[in-house]
């Protein structure tokens, strides 16, 4: 038994993991891997509240994203990475916490609200989708965890968790504790279209784009949109390239580049250059592990394995304390 704090998050497989979800998540899983015992799993039950209607090839997807994980320094001999999905303990628990939940809980939850207005085009009237928090809940509490490093539009979700691990408590006595959220800082850099960036707005940098890929991206960039011709002088405080200098160029170059900008010394094509080898060099770390993790798949497969193995045996002992707790005992 280790007495470090016990970490769990998650995420669903949606799609290929971009630089947003690398600086504004995943990187802070990577840095807390030493300090805490850490549990990341891919939420696919959860993927199919949304997408029931067309799960895609979700095998494919789960595996996409653990090898985002993987590649960008989620280490498996430190943290534990699973599947939701092999661990069916986890919908034993949501089941009973669902005997618990009241339902205007799920109802005022602000994502509820906000996916049902974004998503129009789906029907999301389904009780497993208004159940979403009672899932992420069992998630969470299932394996004890004491804290949740997430973006900042899971807190509802884990405020939600807070009280029904609290309602179960003082129902059947106290087996769970309260897991605190642990923010991660949204990133400052957007889409290389300005806009915040996103799958769906095809305006994003994956992790898993090549050299050529990120190059072109780089070069396409919408800078400062006030600077129309070279001649113009710049604003580095409004450019999204800068933003990305300021994460992968040496800060003695970036106080250059800033001052060159501002007097138009500097265009933004050459600005972009530095940036994208800067990037690209990077990166390259990532790159090598994704090729050594894509051609090993038996290796992901293994990793995926054994966590969800280690992760299992826990959510045993935790039913087995939740059914004694409930009288579920024949
Ligand atoms: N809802 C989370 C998201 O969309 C994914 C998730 C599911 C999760 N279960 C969790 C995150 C438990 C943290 C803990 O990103
Ligand atoms: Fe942005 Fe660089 Fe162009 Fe300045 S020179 S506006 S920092 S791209």
Known sequence: MTNKKRVLSGMRPTGPLHMGNY????????????????????????????????????????????????????????????VQSKIPEHAELYLLLSMITPVPWLER?????????QLQNKDLSTFGFLG?????????????????????????????????ARRFNYFYG??????????????????????????????????SDGPEQLQKKVMQMVTDPQRMRRSD?????????????????????????????????????????????????????????RDFYVHNQDTVNDIVEQGSQKARQIARQTMVQVRNAMNITY
Request: charged share 25%.
């Open 174 to 207: 106290n087996v769970f504790p309260e897991p605190d959220a642990i923010l991660t800082q949204t990133p400052k850099i957007l889409g290389i279209d300005r806009r915040k960036m996103s799958k769906s707005y095809e305006n994003a940098i994956f992790l």
């Open 23 to 82: 600086l504004g998540a995943l990187a802070n899983w990577i840095d807390i891997q030493d300090d805490c015992e850490c549990f990341f799993f891919v939420a696919d039950w959860h993927a199919l509240t949304s997408n029931y209607e067309d799960p895609g090839d979700l095998e494919n997807l789960v595996r996409q994203i653990i090898i985002d994980w993987l590649s960008s320094g989620i280490d498996p001999e430190k943290s534990t990475l699973f």
């Open 109 to 117: 939850n602000p994502t509820y609200k906000d996916q049902i207005l």
């Open 233 to 289: 002088p710049g604003n580095p405080d409004v450019c999204n390239v800068f933003e990305f200098h300021k994460l992968y160029t040496d800060s003695s170059k970036n106080a250059q580049i800033d001052e060159d900008c501002r007097c138009a010394k500097i265009g933004c094509v050459d600005c972009k250059k530095i940036m994208a080898a800067n990037l690209i060099q990077a990166l390259a770390p990532m790159r090598e592990k």
């Open 132 to 164: 979403y928090p009672v899932l992420q809940a069992a998630d969470i509490i299932i394996y004890k965890a004491n804290a949740v490093p997430v973006g900042v539009d899971q807190v509802p979700h884990v405020e939600i968790t807070r009280e029904i």
